[in-house]
């Protein structure tokens, strides 16, 4: 009574377990599932099609009126009214001293493209070709509220894309924060008529220097 191994039913078994594992009449679904603890789900997926909720479809849309988390609605829509309005009505929620420096990387990786690091609308795109954006430090340019601007990049004007998919609200204050600082600097600079006690004895130089350019590039 020794037990011997008859090596070709062993070699039989191994050969059968392994087709187990290789001959599978689904390939996208195996045979045997090895600790499929979290495979199959008792809940269904999201776009799974479901039996019991409205429409036959498990992710259901939102409720109608209802906004998701964190989103503040804005109730403009791209017309020039409402560019106008927004100017009146649209306020930073945030403090420009803190935000121009955020806004300083916006401007530099967004806007410098077209509008060139200076604001005078010499950057490399349109030193190539593109239709050249006005001078963010013209006459015209500083008379908008930074609530027309924000709607400048929330909808675009013109030839200016809209930015509302690359920037969020907050990094489009950031940057209309940067844009107001570097205009009213460039306002503060060549009005030698009201010159502020301080501003006197320190930027005379810039101040004698700085309309030639400015008035250059105004159209
Ligand atoms: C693809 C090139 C391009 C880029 C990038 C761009 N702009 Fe402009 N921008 C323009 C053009 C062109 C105009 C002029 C639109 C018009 O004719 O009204 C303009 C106009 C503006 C105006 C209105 C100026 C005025 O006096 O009416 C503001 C403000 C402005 N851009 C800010 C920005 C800021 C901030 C960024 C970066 C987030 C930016 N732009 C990025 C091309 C660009």
């Known amino acids: 009574m020794s037990a011997k ?18 001959v599978r009449p689904d390939p996208d679904v195996p045979n045997i599932d090895y600790l499929p603890d979290m495979a199959h789900s008792a809940a269904y ?23 998701p988390r964190g989103v503040t609605p804005l109730h403009f829509q791209a017309t020039p009214e409402d560019a106008l309005r927004a100017g009146a009505e649209l306020k930073s929620p945030l403090d420009p001293e803190k935000a121009k420096i955020r806004g ?16 005078r609308g010499d950057g490399a ?15 015209k340019s ?6 027309q601007m924000f709607h400048i990049l929330t909808f675009g004007q013109k030839k200016m894309p809209s930015y509302a998919t690359q920037l969020t609200p907050e990094d489009r204050w950031s940057v209309i924060a940067y844009v107001k600082s570097a205009q009213s600097e460039a306002e503060a600079a060549p009005s030698p008529a009201a010159p502020s ?23």
């Open 197 to 219: 006690p301080a501003a006197q004895s320190t930027a005379t130089p810039p101040a004698a220097a700085q309309p030639q350019p400015a008035q250059e590039v105004k159209k």
């Open 45 to 67: 997926a999201s776009f799974s099609p479901n039996p019991i909720l409205p429409e036959g479809k498990t992710m259901q849309p939102p409720v109608p009126g209802t906004l």
């Open 104 to 119: 300083t990387v916006v401007y530099q990786n967004f806007c410098t493209p077209c509008h060139g690091g200076s604001m």
């Open 5 to 22: 191994i008859n090596w070709t039913l062993a070699a039989l078994f191994a050969l059968t377990m392994a087709a187990n594992f290789a």
């Open 142 to 147: 500083l008379k908008l509220t930074e609530g």
């Open 125 to 139: 795109v349109a030193l190539h070709g593109y239709p050249a954006p006005p001078n963010l430090k013209g006459e």
